[in-house]
């Protein structure tokens, strides 16, 4: 069945260290992938997007994914974490035109 | 900019009575408007996809009901009935077209609805 997992339900980091959120797809083709971002008490919003093309794909806020078709994975990165990053993390991934299938999140703190 | 306006914002709904939603598309470049929930563990989950007006679908998920209506090219509308369980509907838009691009979605504010 096609899936988005994202198995970390909680992470938690260290102001100024490195991040990766793990998510991982299935899916029969090739897929066009999404990580989005929920701040507290707010709307969703596009961290950044992938299609077919260079695997690392750089986003806002200095966020950057990865592709891998070998791993059927899109792990998102970031090289020093803010306290401003505390949210949620979606991964999502478009199966049908103008559908979008998420990932269950991934709930980022930020520890001082 | 803001793509979409949701109204309203947040609504308490007595078990048993049902509430309208609606969705106000501010850029014509985006006519694909959607309809996604959020359960109260943060689950995202989509519900329908309507393009044209007077488009319509019904869906029954576990906690409510759903009926949603294209009213115009600018206007999507989603009625929530025997709703036993608190939710966030989230209106979207995306733009006509293929690829990532145009599987991009905008998401509006959001209606949060509780259970009274």
């Known amino acids: 069945a096609q899936s988005v997992t994202q198995p970390d339900a909680r992470v938690t980091v260290s102001e100024g260290a490195s991040l990766q959120l793990r998510c991982k797809y299935s899916y029969f083709g090739t897929p066009y992938l999404f990580w989005y971002v929920q701040y507290p008490r707010q709307g969703l919003q596009l961290l950044l997007k992938?299609?077919?093309?260079?695997?690392v794909v750089q986003g806002v806020n200095g966020f950057e994914a990865e592709f891998s078709k070998s791993n059927s994975s899109f792990h998102l990165r970031k090289a020093s974490v803010h306290w401003s990053d505390w949210a949620v993390y979606f991964c999502a991934v478009s199966l049908h035109y103008n559908v979008l299938y998420f990932g269950s999140g991934t709930k980022l703190t930020v520890e001082p | 900019v803001t793509l979409l306006e949701q109204n309203p914002r947040w609504r308490l709904v007595p078990r048993g009575q049902a509430v309208n939603l609606r969705c106000i598309l501010k850029n014509s470049q985006y006519p694909w408007m959607s309809w996604y929930q959020q359960d109260l563990q943060k689950q995202l989950q989509w519900l329908f996809t309507l393009r044209s007006p007077g488009d319509k679908e019904v869906k029954s998920l576990p906690g409510a009901d759903y009926l949603a209506t294209r009213v115009t090219d600018t206007e999507l509308r989603l009625q929530v009935a025997n709703m036993s369980q608190g939710r966030t509907l989230y209106c979207t838009c995306s733009a006509e077209g293929l690829g990532a691009n145009y599987a991009e979605q905008f998401f509006g504010p959001g209606t949060r609805l509780t259970v009274l």
């Open positions: 992938y299609y077919p093309g260079d695997p």
